[in-house]
C-alpha cells in the first residue's frame, strides 16, 4: 500500500491500511466520488455492501453506487428514477419510430410487415401529445415529424369540405328548398 491513503480513509480522518475494502475503488484523486457516497449511503452500508460481494463484481457495484449517489444528491426526490424513466421513453419512442419505418419499408415492397406487439403508448406526464391526432407528438402521419399548423389547418378544410359534400349529396333537395324559403 502506498503512503497515500484512499479516498474513503481520508474521507473519514482514519490511517489506511492493506486490508483496506475501499482502496481499489476510491484512490486518493477520487474524493468526490467516495463524499457522494458516504452522503448518501454512510461508510458502513458501503462497506458492508462491497465486503458480501464477489471480488469480480464489486467495481460495477462501486460504479453503480456513485451513479446512483450523485443521482440522489442532484434529484433528491426522484433520484435515478428520472433518468431511468427517461430512458424507458427513449426507448419506447425508438420503438415506435422503428415500427414505422418497417410499415413505411413494407409499403414500397408490397409485403406485410410482421405484427410486432409494442407496449402501449407511455403516459407522459409533460403534454407531449398531439391534440389533434391523441397520438404522441413525435408520431403523426409524416413518419416521425410533427404537423405544422399549416398542415393542421388544410387537413381540417378538407374534412370540413367532404362532411359538407357528403351532407349535400345524402340530402340533394334540403339545400334547394333553404333557398325557396328566403324572401
Known amino acids: 500500500m502506498s503512503s497515500t491513503p484512499c479516498a474513503a480513509c481520508k474521507y473519514l480522518r482514519r490511517k489506511c491500511t492493506q486490508a483496506c475494502v475501499f482502496a481499489p475503488y476510491f484512490p486518493a484523486n477520487k474524493h468526490a466520488d467516495y463524499a457522494a ?62 415500427q414505422i419505418a418497417k410499415n413505411e419499408l413494407a ?3 408490397n409485403t406485410v410487415p410482421p405484427l410486432v406487439d409494442l407496449p402501449s403508448p407511455v403516459n407522459y406526464q409533460q403534454n407531449n401529445y398531439n391534440t389533434v391526432l391523441m397520438m404522441p407528438a413525435d408520431v403523426s402521419n409524416n413518419y416521425g415529424g410533427q404537423l405544422t399548423s399549416q398542415q393542421l389547418q388544410e387537413e381540417a378544410h378538407r374534412v370540413e369540405s367532404e362532411n359538407i359534400t357528403q351532407m349535400q349529396q345524402m340530402h340533394p333537395d334540403a339545400a334547394q328548398s333553404k333557398g325557396d324559403d328566403c324572401p
Open 37 to 98: 457516497i458516504h452522503k448518501v449511503f454512510g461508510a458502513s452500508q458501503v462497506h458492508k455492501i462491497l465486503h458480501d460481494l464477489h471480488p469480480n463484481q464489486r467495481q460495477d457495484a462501486v460504479t453503480s453506487l456513485v451513479y446512483e449517489a450523485n443521482s440522489f444528491l442532484h434529484h433528491p426526490v426522484h433520484g435515478c428514477t428520472l433518468h431511468i424513466h427517461n430512458l424507458q421513453r427513449q426507448l419506447k419512442d425508438l420503438q415506435n419510430q422503428l
Open 107 to 109: 409499403s414500397y415492397t
